[in-house]
């Protein structure tokens, strides 16, 4: 606060009670700010312990020509077509639930909400948004398959085929 | 002008919000101060007044306060460290671990919790040789100090469960001679070991139980004996002051009278 007295002169009129009030707020300020960012920091892990993204399907010869192969530990079709072996998510795309693969009906069906997908992972009707992505598949130096989860490809396009 | 620091307080104090939580309202009369004390469900335990000189460090040497700031201390950071500890055998000593090198400072939380438990056991004791050479355990505080052993206790077996949980060999060791140590108990000995352990040796169901005590039933024990303990200084006459205790004033009295007496 500057004041100005009745001869002109300017004079400083904060207290010293003042001064010490506005430095104990702001340091409280700084320190309540320092405890957020802490416990943010602390709050996110740094190392998780989850499984690897990239799953081994193992050998193609496993997976018999028109068939679809549910892996219910990774969540993922291994689809043998015409065109090649391909993989698909099997984790619907509306909640998450886990779908199955229903042989009589030629579909992918999802228990949850009655999400229906075609073998490509088309969705035919219910609830699901998207189609269920394809996921990158490849062969390892042993002649396994593998299909990276995280790692979204574009469906029926001929690079996401692995051909044996 | 600016509006001055208090003054945005007051400000504050007038909203509808806050009066509709703290409803005893502004004002520095005796009666206002009191009910701001007696008003608030965590500081109504305490004496709505107190002697001035019972508030310098020369009279309590703040023991007591300091061991609650401890006990605060290891509240605030055993939260945390409880985000990234999972208490099974093939966990902990990982965990444990993680939190030393890994988690965004696991190490101070987990070290802060370490030196603040030493500090709480010591402040126990100095707080209890203080009250003791004070002679502040006396009538009508006898009761009071008797919650406080049990305080002891509990502070004791906090840090007793606290040091298995670390599981390594340190730990191990030391759980498998204190168990040992209460199986010395006359005819039942045994029996409390096999209950504490949840078995015959320091293992998988030891760890969770020590677990659930150390971080459940120990700390709720211990809040419900000290908010006791904290209710019982307001109701034994607020803090021992030897100058103000009845025996005190009544000798001061006679011999004022006698003094009297004699200068008739």
């Not at chain 1, 035919?124 to 130096?141: F, Q």
Request: glycine share 8%; aromatic share 12%; hydrophobic share 45%.
């Amino acid at each position: 606060m500057i004041d100005e007295d009745k001869t002109g002169n300017v004079e400083d009129t904060v207290s010293r009670r003042h001064f010490f009030a506005k430095l104990g707020l702001g340091s409280l300020g700084i320190a309540a700010a320092g405890t957020a960012a802490f416990a943010y920091q602390f709050l996110e892990p740094n190392v998780l312990y989850e499984p690897s993204p990239v799953v081994n399907a193992g050998k193609p010869d496993r997976y018999p020509l028109d068939s679809v192969t549910l892996d219910v530990n990774s969540g993922i079709y291994i689809i043998h077509s015409q065109e090649g072996y391909f993989s698909l998510s099997a984790v619907c795309t509306h909640l998450g639930c886990l779908t199955a693969w229903k042989p009589e009906l030629g579909i992918i069906a999802c228990p949850c909400h009655g999400s229906r997908f075609k073998q490509d992972g088309e969705k035919i009707e219910g609830p699901a948004p998207r189609p269920l992505p394809w996921k990158r598949i490849w062969l390892n130096d042993d002649g396994d398959l593998l299909v990276d989860r995280s790692t979204d490809v574009p469906p029926l396009q001929r690079d996401s085929f692995v051909r044996v | 002008m600016a509006k001055t620091v208090d003054q945005y307080f007051d400000g504050l104090r007038g909203t509808r919000v806050w009066r509709s939580i703290f409803r005893s309202g502004t004002g520095s009369s005796t009666l206002k101060r009191a009910l701001a004390i007696q008003q608030n469900v965590f500081l109504h335990l305490f004496s709505t007044k107190v002697r001035t000189r019972m508030l310098s460090f020369s009279a309590t040497w703040y023991l007591g306060t300091l061991t609650l700031g401890t006990f605060f201390i290891l509240v605030a950071t055993g939260i945390p460290l409880m985000f990234y500890y999972h208490p099974s055998v093939p966990q902990a000593y990982a965990d444990t671990k993680d939190l030393q090198f890994v988690v965004s400072s696991g190490l101070f939380l987990r070290n802060l919790h370490r030196w603040s438990a030493h500090a709480m056991v010591f402040l126990v004791f100095a707080h209890m040789f203080k009250v003791f050479y004070r002679g502040a355990y006396r009538t009508p505080r006898e009761f009071n100090w008797v919650i406080g052993v049990v305080l002891l206790l509990i502070t004791l077996l906090l840090s007793y469960t606290g040091y298995l949980l670390p599981w390594d060999q340190l730990a191990y060791w030391a759980i498998t001679v204190g168990s040992n140590i209460a199986s010395a108990v006359p005819l039942m000995g045994n029996k409390i070991r096999f209950l504490m352990l949840g078995g015959n040796a320091v293992n998988a169901n030891a760890l969770l139980r020590f677990y659930v005590l150390h971080c459940m039933i120990l700390p709720l024990a211990a809040m419900f004996f000290v908010a006791i303990h904290f209710w019982r200084i307001r109701k034994d006459g607020g803090l021992y002051s030897h100058a103000s205790e009845p025996e005190t004033v009544r000798a001061k009295a006679a011999m004022g009278d006698a003094s009297a007496k004699e200068a008739q």
